[in-house]
């Protein structure tokens, strides 16, 4: 069964950084594009970064220079270093493996995960 449990959201004030981590169980992300994802309640499911097999990276015009994506692949895991962060970053993020990019993000999703939110206060 593929597991992807995302940990690291929490509440911080803006200028603020944190990292959120991606654990994958039953699931192998060689082959597959991996990244994250971000949504608010008014607001559709947008890209934010990605990661390929190759290490190869793509971000989001709003996050570049302030998020770094990277991956440990013998812990299977996927990280989300967040710089800088602003009231706009607020929102629900989810990590995602899919098998190709739209817009920063991972798309032609195969698996995605519950979530952890991040709050950024201003």
């Known amino acids: 069964q593929v597991q992807l449990v995302e940990s690291g959201g929490g509440v911080v004030q803006a200028g603020g950084s944190l990292r959120l981590s991606c654990a994958a169980a039953?699931?192998?992300?060689?082959?597959?594009?991996m990244g994250w994802l971000r949504q608010t309640p008014d607001k559709e499911r947008t890209g934010v970064a990605a990661i390929d097999t190759y290490g190869g990276t793509r971000y989001a015009d709003s996050v570049k220079g302030r998020f770094t994506i990277s991956q440990d692949n013998a812990k299977n895991t996927l990280y989300l270093q967040m710089d800088n962060l602003k009231p706009e970053d607020t929102a629900m993020y989810y990590c995602?493996?899919?098998?190709?990019?739209?817009?920063?993000?991972?798309?032609?999703?195969?698996?995605w995960g519950q979530g952890t939110l991040v709050t950024v206060s201003s």
């Open positions: 039953g699931f192998s992300s060689r082959g597959y594009v």
């Open positions: 995602a493996a899919g098998r190709g990019v739209v817009g920063g993000g991972p798309a032609d999703l195969d698996a």
